[in-house]
């Protein structure tokens, strides 16, 4: 369908940036190609800006900010750097003056600005804008690649005008990246010579990685277009994991290649603007310097190299899971994790099981409308369960209104600008679906309340702290509905709520999990099961390249199982999208 990726004839740039969500291959596409251009007789540099990279694990090295000689590859070289490590710095730097000067409750509000996702990201573009603009170390190489690139959302913050003026220190409306830019005001230069660089063709490539499913599609769609819209329009996409071919006879090899052949049949028309390249799903595991080069060298491994182990995991069905929340008396049940685990479908799962034993539920999520109708429109819903959807982009849309309206009055065009863009924030959307969540949760009386994705433990800290902080400063506009301030000790209160993190069993995901678990035990709440998802594992195919993959799970599920979670539950790939109640009652046979 798509060529073959070969960077060898496709990257003419010295810089590569690679973006997409999370668990597309980022990693692994980076550090194929890192090996591809060494072994071409150019020297590289291999850097990762991602908190939860598996670098070291692909080339079995222990790696730091310097860069380290990767042996087995003449010429190439990588380094790790750790934004969350910077993002603390940041946070010392700015908190540490107001220390003794101001009440705990506006500190604590400070700090948890600098602990969400945009100080780290941020805090990555610091380091890597330091690497891009140092020209002695530029001048050695003839690549530098970049595992993880930054959003448009972050380089239109650092372009605006404001975010380098004292608007920094006199807002205070509570949004979210505006703590993470306090700390930078005297970088404005060194960020100006990384964006020129960023959008110049002839200097940078910007690698777009997605599978070939629709929300990692989507994802990268929408990061193509935000990157366009600031200059980054060098774009190459490569559709990872493509199943080149597929056993008949075996269903699951069959449905997984036909879903994939769908997807990319509505691959978006942004997207298609862009030169397109692919990799195959291959069977083995893309860590070691052979198995990277092996990928340009053939699209399968024999299926003699795949060696399959004779050891069983056995965990809970979804089922077991859904008895012990029944037995005990659970009343609010969050489903969470990254996009694309399959999140809704695990929520639409559990609230159908528990109707099944006999309990009244109200299911609610962030899918649009249509989408729970078209879920449910094959067979009448059993009168115990009540469904709303709440609208992401409605709700942002209210929230923002509001702030500006409150936080707004007083600011020139200039500072008006900078409190939109920041309103841009991925924090905003948690804060403004939670509230809307909350008032769901208000309204509903005598039942089971199953919600679909729940804000981060940085989010909650975010609101709590808000609490206080408005009670402090008498500018801030940050007040928080009552739904909300009698939702959040709700939610740490075990006894009645439950939080299940839904993953798949593969390196990213697994590691994204574990970091959103922590983030929300910061919070006070310990998510009690995870559930691994479409598992291959547990779905006995006989594809050969599908049986490497099921393989390739048994480390993560023993990750989760053993390390991670308290209470694992695992469903096998279903090769069969389950619309209506009744298909979802497969999930609890």
Same mark, same amino acid.
């Given at each position: 369908m798509f060529q073959s990726f070969n960077p060898k004839s496709v990257i003419q740039t010295p810089f590569l940036f690679l973006t997409g969500k999370g668990g597309v291959g980022k990693t692994s596409t980076a550090s194929a190609t890192a090996v591809a251009l060494a072994d071409n007789g150019k020297k590289v540099l291999l850097i990762s800006t991602d908190p939860a990279s598996n670098l070291q694990d692909v080339f079995g090295i222990s790696l730091t900010n310097s860069?380290?000689? /990767?042996?087995?590859?003449?010429?190439?070289?990588?380094?790790?750097?750790?934004?969350?490590?910077?993002?603390?710095a940041y946070r010392d730097k700015v908190v540490g003056p107001y220390k003794g000067k101001l009440p705990d409750s506006v500190l604590a509000t400070m700090e948890e600005q600098l602990s969400g996702a945009c100080t780290v990201e941020i805090a990555a573009f610091d380091e890597f804008s330091n690497l891009l603009t140092n020209v002695d170390i530029v001048d050695q190489y003839d690549h530098i690649i970049f595992d993880t690139a930054p959003t448009g959302h972050t380089l239109r913050l650092l372009q605006l005008p404001t975010a380098w003026s004292g608007f920094l220190e006199e807002s205070s409306h509570g949004a979210s990246c505006l703590g993470p830019l306090s700390g930078l005001a005297d970088k404005k230069d060194l960020y100006s010579k990384t964006v020129d660089i960023l959008s110049n063709p002839s200097k940078t490539t910007l690698i777009l990685v997605t599978r070939p499913d629709v929300p990692s599609l989507l994802e990268a769609n929408r990061a193509s277009k935000e990157l366009k819209e600031i200059g980054l329009k060098n774009q190459v996409l490569i559709v990872n994991g493509l199943l080149?071919?597929?056993?008949?006879?075996?269903?699951?090899?069959?449905?997984? &290649?036909?879903?994939?052949?769908?997807?990319?049949?509505?691959?978006?028309?942004?997207?298609?603007?862009?030169? /397109?390249?692919?990799?195959?799903?291959?069977?083995f595991s893309l860590t070691g310097v052979e198995n990277l080069r092996y990928l340009f060298k053939h699209y399968t491994m024999p299926s003699?190299?795949?060696? !399959?182990?004779?050891?069983?995991?056995?965990?809970?069905?979804?089922?077991?899971?859904?008895?012990?929340?029944? %037995?005990?008396?659970?009343?609010?049940?969050?489903?969470?994790?990254?996009?694309?685990?399959?999140?809704?479908? /695990?929520?639409?799962?559990?609230?159908?099981?528990?109707?099944?034993?006999?309990?009244?539920?109200? $299911?609610?999520?962030?899918?649009?409308?249509?989408? !729970?109708?078209?879920?449910?429109? +094959?067979?009448?819903? @059993?009168?115990?369960?009540?469904?709303?959807?709440? @609208?992401?982009?409605?709700?942002?849309?209210?929230?923002?209104?509001?702030?500006?309206?409150?936080?707004?009055k007083d600011l020139d065009e200039d500072g008006l600008a900078y409190l939109a863009e920041d309103l @841009?924030?991925?924090?905003?959307?948690?804060?403004?679906?939670?509230?809307?969540?909350?008032?769901?949760?208000?309204? +509903?009386?005598?039942?089971?309340?199953?919600?679909?994705?729940?804000?981060?433990?940085?989010?909650?800290? $975010?609101?709590?702290?808000?609490?206080?902080?408005?009670?402090?400063?008498?500018?801030?506009?940050?007040?928080?509905?009552?739904?909300?301030?009698?939702?959040?000790?709700?939610?740490r209160n075990a006894s009645e709520t439950a939080v299940v993190i839904v993953t798949l069993a593969e390196a990213t995901p697994v590691l994204e999990a574990s970091r959103l678990q922590n983030d929300l035990r910061r919070a006070n709440i310990n998510p009690q099961w995870w559930v691994? %998802?479409?598992?291959? &594992?547990?779905?006995?195919?006989?594809?050969?390249?599908? +049986?490497?993959?099921?393989?390739?799970?048994?480390?993560?599920?023993?990750?989760?199982?053993?390390?991670? +979670?308290?209470?694992?539950?695992i469903i096998p790939w279903i090769h069969e999208e389950k619309l209506g109640y009744e298909k979802l009652r497969d999930y609890i046979g």
């Open positions: 860069p380290r000689a /990767v042996p087995g590859v003449e010429n190439l070289f990588a380094s790790n750097l750790d934004p969350e490590a910077s993002a603390k080149q071919s597929h056993l008949e006879e075996d269903a699951v090899s069959s449905a997984f &290649y036909l879903r994939q052949k769908g997807a990319l049949q509505h691959i978006p028309e942004g997207l298609k603007q862009s030169a /397109v390249y692919s990799f195959p799903l291959v069977s003699k190299m795949v060696k !399959l182990e004779d050891e069983t995991i056995n965990l809970p069905s979804l089922n077991e899971m859904i008895t012990d929340f029944s %037995n005990n008396d659970k009343r609010l049940i969050f489903t969470m994790g990254k996009g694309g685990v399959g999140k809704t479908t /695990v929520a639409s799962a559990i609230a159908v099981g528990l109707v099944e034993k006999g309990h009244h539920v109200h $299911l609610t999520t962030t899918d649009p409308a249509g989408h !729970l109708n078209y879920q449910f429109e +094959s067979d009448p819903v @059993n009168g115990h369960l009540t469904i709303s959807s709440i @609208n992401p982009k409605e709700e942002v849309e209210k929230y923002k209104a509001d702030v500006m309206k409150k936080a707004g @841009n924030s991925p924090c905003t959307e948690e804060i403004a679906v939670f509230q809307a969540f909350a008032e769901v949760v208000a309204k +509903s009386k005598d039942e089971i309340v199953v919600i679909d994705t729940a804000p981060t433990g940085h989010t909650l800290l $975010l609101l709590d702290a808000a609490q206080s902080y408005s009670k402090e400063i008498a500018k801030s506009t940050g007040e928080v509905p009552d739904s909300v301030t009698k939702l959040l000790p709700q939610l691994i %998802n479409q598992s291959f &594992y547990s779905a006995k195919t006989a594809d050969p390249i599908l +049986s490497g993959k099921a393989n390739a799970e048994k480390e993560w599920i023993h990750e989760v199982k053993e390390k991670t +979670s308290e209470k694992c539950a």
